[in-house]
């Protein structure tokens, strides 16, 4: 078998297409102290900026391993050192940051990535090797609050690090424009998808992908029809959610990188949620709500659970309702 390219699913304006990242290793290995069984070690390949400006680099390295700590309080129950490569840029495009995984390819199935495997294996199985077992990229263009003090002009670095990191344990689909997998293997045939596809249905409940791992064509248009036209079906999410499936982010026009890996933030309810598929400016929740926890059991991490006290600040307000409307109206939103 082969490993896909490593595939980002990215923050954005208009959120842009994934990109190939070398695997090579450079300066600024840093590993996240053991406060939980996960542990991180991130390899800041662009010395001299981004993470390693002379001036930001530090609390920039410091805010991603706060932000890594908090997610991992949730694995506790997994024991496995996580290796990610780190680029950053500041560029004034539509993207954020960016994270993923790779996968292997087999016709027919539906895969872990890389990251996803070593966790659940505890550590014992290890695709890349020596290689990193993910990627992680960030945009330094925009303004970022990187202690729990995230002004009203500022991208909760926070925030979107725990939400990029979570796409490369797994929380994103294959799924391309048209019903397409990662190497464009078209409906009708066998294709290679990710866990999380195979939980995802039409909103009558039929599955997209059947269980032979061949996409069905009748549904194309699902990926294209709007809020509530793609939902999530695993149990443990329906559950969660009241009892129905949860609805996945399926734009009128088809978004590469953020269609059909994030939940729907047309939907009030997940709109501020960790894994929505955009966000605004200002302090947000660093917390993993329930809906997004049994999306991530039903993917495989059935240890999963949330940590007796989640750090965040007693300031961050948890979008636990449709109630609540998007902070600042007037400013730009980003997509995941």
């Known amino acids: 078998m082969n490993i896909l390219a490593l595939k980002k699913h990215s923050r954005s304006f208009s959120a842009s297409k994934p990109l190939i990242v070398a695997g090579c290793l450079a300066f600024g290995l840093m590993a996240q102290p053991a406060q939980a069984a996960l542990t991180f070690s991130f390899n800041y390949l662009n010395p001299g900026e981004g993470f390693d400006d002379p001036t930001f680099g530090l609390d920039r390295k410091a805010a991603l391993n706060e932000a890594a700590g908090m997610l991992g309080a949730y694995f506790s129950n997994y024991t496995a050192n996580l290796t ?21 390819v087999e016709p027919g199935s539906f895969q872990e990535t890389v990251v996803q495997t070593k966790i659940l294996t505890n550590g014992a199985s290890d695709g890349n090797g020596a290689d990193a077992d993910g990627i ?21 670095f926070k925030k979107v690090a725990i939400h990029e990191l979570l796409h490369s344990f797994g929380f994103a689909g294959n799924i391309g424009n048209g019903g397409v997998d990662n190497q464009g293997v078209a409906p009708g045939s ?12 039409d909103a009558s409940g039929n599955r997209l992908i ?8 009748t549904k194309v ?14 149990a443990n999410a329906v559950a969660a959610n009241g009892g129905v499936g949860v609805n996945i982010f399926a734009p009128t026009t088809w ?3 953020s269609s059909l890996s994030h939940l729907d933030d047309d939907t009030p309810a997940f709109s501020q949620l960790i894994m929505a598929s955009t966000v605004s400016e200002g302090l947000k929740t660093r917390e993993i709500s329930a809906i997004e926890l049994g999306i991530l059991k039903d993917i495989g991490y059935t240890q999963i659970e949330a940590p007796a006290e ?6 961050v307000w948890l979008m636990l309702t449709g109630l609540m409307g998007l902070l600042g109206l007037n400013r730009r939103k980003a997509a995941l």
Do not use: H, M, R
């Open 310 to 315: 989640v750090p965040v600040p007693a300031t």
């Open 136 to 156: 992680v990229d960030w945009n330094f263009f925009y303004n970022w609050g990187l202690t729990d003090n995230v002004a009203a002009n500022e991208y909760d």
């Open 221 to 234: 248009a699902a990926l294209t029809a709007g809020s509530g036209s793609v939902l999530f079906n695993g």
């Open 190 to 201: 066998q294709g290679s998808w990710a866990n999380f596809d195979n939980f995802l249905t």
């Open 255 to 257: 978004t590469g990188g």
């Open 84 to 104: 990610y490569d780190v680029t950053s840029y500041s560029i004034d495009k539509n993207t954020l940051a960016s994270a993923g995984s790779g996968q292997f």
């Open 210 to 217: 059947g269980t032979d791992g061949v996409f069905d064509s």
